[in-house]
C-alpha cells in the first residue's frame, strides 16, 4: 500500500520544509510514502472564506481515486494516542485499499465536498495548530507509528 500526504499550499519555512524532509526520509524506509501539495487558491481578498475552500476541495477531489481511503487530518476528528494510530495504519495497510491518504487542508479547512468523500476524520490535538506546523507534527506520528509497528526503540512506553 502507497501512503501518500496531501497539503493544501507550499510551506514557507527552509527549516520546516528540512525537517519535513528529514522524517520523509525515515518513513520511507519502511513503505511507499510522498507528500503531495495541492496549490493554494490565490484570492487577493475577493473571495469569501467559504469559496476559497470550495475550490480549494475541487482541486483536491480530482486527485483521488474511487479505492483511495482518504483520512482528513481535522481539529472535529478522532483523537488517538500513538499506539491507536499504529495499530490503525496496520489496520489500513491489511484492507483493500490501494493507496492511504492523508489530507491537511488550508487554513479555512475542508469543504463539504471533502468532508463527504472523506472515510475518516483524525484530530492530533485538541489544540489549534497552523496548518503548516502541523504537517511536521503528523510526520513525526507516521514514523513513530512505523518505528510502533517494527517494534524499534523510538516510542518509549
Same mark, same amino acid.
Given at each position: 500500500m502507497q501512503t501518500i500526504?496531501?497539503?493544501?499550499? *507550499?510551506?514557507?519555512?527552509?527549516? +520546516?520544509?528540512s525537517m519535513m524532509e528529514d522524517y520523509k526520509k525515515r518513513?520511507? *524506509?519502511y513503505h511507499r510514502f510522498e507528500i503531495l501539495t495541492i496549490p493554494d487558491i490565490k484570492s487577493r481578498g475577493k473571495l469569501t472564506k467559504s469559496?476559497?475552500?470550495?475550490?480549494?476541495?475541487?482541486?483536491?477531489?480530482?486527485?483521488? *481515486?474511487?479505492?483511495?481511503? +482518504?483520512v482528513l487530518l481535522d481539529e472535529t476528528g478522532k483523537q488517538m494516542d500513538s499506539l491507536f494510530f499504529s495499530n490503525f495504519i496496520n489496520a489500513r495497510r491489511m484492507g483493500s485499499h490501494r493507496r +492511504?491518504?492523508?489530507?491537511?487542508?488550508?487554513?479555512y479547512g475542508f469543504s463539504d465536498s471533502v468532508y463527504k468523500?472523506?472515510?475518516?476524520?483524525?484530530s492530533l490535538s485538541k489544540m489549534t495548530f497552523s496548518?503548516?506546523?502541523?504537517?511536521?507534527?503528523?510526520l513525526e506520528q507516521l514514523y513513530r507509528a512505523n518505528t510502533i509497528l517494527t517494534n524499534e526503540p523510538y516510542h518509549n512506553k
Open positions: 500526504l496531501y497539503v493544501v499550499g *507550499k510551506t514557507d519555512s527552509d527549516q +520546516l520544509n518513513i520511507q *524506509k469559496i476559497k475552500k470550495q475550490k480549494e476541495g475541487d482541486l483536491t477531489l480530482n486527485r483521488f *481515486k474511487e479505492n483511495d481511503y +482518504l +492511504l491518504i492523508f489530507l491537511i487542508g488550508g487554513p468523500r472523506a472515510n475518516q476524520r483524525i496548518h503548516q506546523i502541523i504537517r511536521l507534527f503528523f
